[in-house]
């Protein structure tokens, strides 16, 4: 079974401008989260997406959004790019339901530098 | 506010030694730890679980140690190999009443293993 892959694995921007990173989960799983790490904050929890909705959201700005699609694919976006936006952005996949949401598999991530 | 932390930031043992790493947590509702395993250059590999309701959870050469009356978590590996060496997170999950989980991870600890 193929693993969590995200796309990019790596991006260069400029301050100001916003990036899109996607993200597809292992079959079958129908949960996905995004997480930044950051050397000086370490891992830090984006939100998670089930079934297209948003169902949970960590303390971020409103700069920093996603989406998830009807196939569990999702996608994050970063709008306004600040330098402290550079980092690994991980994505996890999970089945979702209550019991196994806990066992989250996470993707390579993408590495951003704003410049 | 609620965090997951470790007690020692780098920890290094001699190839076929025992590994003792540690985490203290702050949160007594918490449902789920959870150890990972980060190497270079890629996202954090699940290593082993253990619910709220469990004291010991043992896998391959890995053993994971819950104590809730100290909020303390360990993760043992036995005969410890070079390609152990990593950074190890230990990971707190949060059950909202609506469903899903979040993840809060520890500051990390680098695992170096000498040959």
């Known amino acids: 079974k193929a693993g969590v892959t995200q796309t990019p694995r790596y991006l260069i921007k400029t301050r100001g401008q916003q990036v899109t990173l996607s993200c597809s989960p292992i079959?079958?799983?129908?949960?996905v989260s995004w997480y930044q790490q950051t050397p000086g904050q370490g891992l830090q929890f984006l939100f998670e997406?089930?079934?297209?909705?948003?169902?949970n959201k960590g303390n971020f700005p409103g700069r920093f959004s996603g989406r998830q699609f009807s196939n569990s694919r999702s996608e994050m976006n970063v709008s306004t790019l600040e330098l402290g936006d550079s980092a690994l952005y991980l994505c996890a996949s999970s089945l979702g339901d209550r019991v196994a949401s806990y066992e989250q598999y996470f993707g390579p991530g993408t590495r951003l530098t704003v410049t | 506010g609620e965090s997951v932390g470790l007690h020692l930031p780098t920890l290094s043992v001699q190839e076929g030694d025992n590994s003792i790493i540690n985490c203290a947590y702050s949160n007594s509702a918490s449902d789920y730890f959870i150890w990972y395993k980060q190497e270079s250059g890629k996202g954090p590999q699940f290593i082993i679980d253990i619910r709220s309701n469990m004291d010991k959870r043992q896998g391959q050469r890995v053993t994971v140690l819950l104590n809730k009356t100290v909020k303390h978590l360990s993760l043992q590996i036995a005969a410890t190999q070079p390609g152990d060496s990593a950074v190890y997170f230990c990971a707190e999950t949060h059950t909202f009443q609506t469903s899903g989980s979040r993840l809060t991870f520890g500051e990390g600890t680098q695992l170096t293993v000498n040959p």
């Open positions: 997406y089930f079934s297209e909705t948003q169902r």
């Open positions: 079959s079958g799983h129908r949960s």
